[in-house]
């Protein structure tokens, strides 16, 4: 029992290192893919990368065969004393999720979340292991992978908000739940019954453990930096494009924008189109330098913003009727 514990730990932290190193490798490769790098570069980078996944099945199958030594380990005052044996008689799921339809799994997790939502932002501020447990085992429910999702989406949206301090609370409890999860799977348990015993192994952990699970919190946690960036940057880049859209949509026959065009008038032309008074026009344009008034005019007609021999109608709403023409000011 004592080696088959200590083959565990060893293989937890041997994990935990590689499955870091592996994101850390597969993030560099799309940066790298991004930025262009040489060939050589991208080919180095890509072998390890897929040293590193041959690597992670080995990890799987090691895991799992040190569970399934566990299990079949022989019943004695220590085994059936010890906290893996503590767990809740849960019924099995209705129907299993690889068996839904698109349909049904939508409509399973919109009616979760209208259930569940408070309770898993309640249970995403908590802070000590034993109200964390005592909420879970109280809410069995939220030991699922719907939970884990939301918090870490949760994350991003706390990230994108600057509000850093919160993000990492619920960082910490997005890793406890995901450690759950990885712990029912390894056990080949309904994450429901692996509360108590989680909890239980992770007060009592050595400091390798604790470290592997301070390791994983921080790589989450830079995770979340970068997809709370990514997603800034994304919408970012829409706003500009839409920007874009709405200026290409308002340019002129002469190609320019008529709120540029606009805003670069001098006062007393910008009066006369807030105000849509062709007298008050013609009257500012034959006080002006007539090169001046020429070259605002031009401006004006290219962008859409005066139309040349226009009836007022067209131009100017429950006005006079009358047909004005746009005279250059005599010299």
Request: hydrophobic fraction near 30%.
């Amino acid at each position: 029992m004592e080696q088959q514990e200590k083959e565990k730990k060893e293989l937890i932290k041997q994990a935990t290192v590689h499955k870091r190193t592996l994101e850390e490798t597969r993030q560099k490769l799309e940066e790298l893919t991004t930025s262009g790098a040489p060939q050589e570069e991208l080919k180095k980078t890509k072998k390890e990368l897929d040293e590193l996944q041959r690597q992670e099945d080995e990890y799987r199958k090691k895991e799992e065969e040190l569970a399934k030594k566990e299990r079949l380990t022989p019943w004695n005052v220590d085994t059936l004393s010890h906290d893996a044996w503590q767990k809740t008689i849960i019924n099995p799921y209705q129907k299993k999720e690889e068996d839904m339809t698109e349909e049904e799994l939508d409509q399973k997790h919109k009616s979760f979340m209208e259930v569940n939502e408070a309770h898993i932002k309640k249970f995403g501020m908590m802070r000590r292991w034993d109200d964390s447990m005592t909420f879970l085992l109280e809410h069995p429910i939220l030991a699922c992978e719907e939970t884990a999702n939301y918090l870490a989406i949760w994350c991003i949206d706390l990230e994108v908000e600057e509000k850093h301090g919160l993000m990492a609370q619920v960082a910490h409890q997005t890793i406890v739940m995901q450690y759950i999860l990885e712990l029912a799977k390894t056990m080949k348990e309904d994450p429901r019954a692996c509360i108590r015993p989680f909890f239980t192994k992770i007060k009592k952990a050595d400091k390798v453990y604790q470290d592997c699970f301070n390791d994983e919190l921080e790589s989450f946690k830079e995770r979340v930096k970068g997809r709370a960036k990514a997603r800034y940057d994304a919408a970012l880049k829409k706003a500009e494009e839409e920007l874009a859209k709405e200026r290409e949509a308002r340019l002129g026959p002469g190609g320019l924008d008529p709120v540029e065009v606009f805003e670069s008038l001098p006062e007393c032309l910008q009066k006369c189109f807030e105000s849509k008074d062709i007298e008050l026009l013609q009257k500012t344009l034959q006080e002006m330098e007539v090169k001046e008034a020429q070259y605002h005019m031009k401006r004006c007609v290219d962008s859409g913003m005066w139309v040349p021999d226009a009836t007022t109608a067209h131009l100017l709403d429950d006005t006079a009727t009358e047909e004005p023409v746009y005279e250059t000011p005599d010299k």
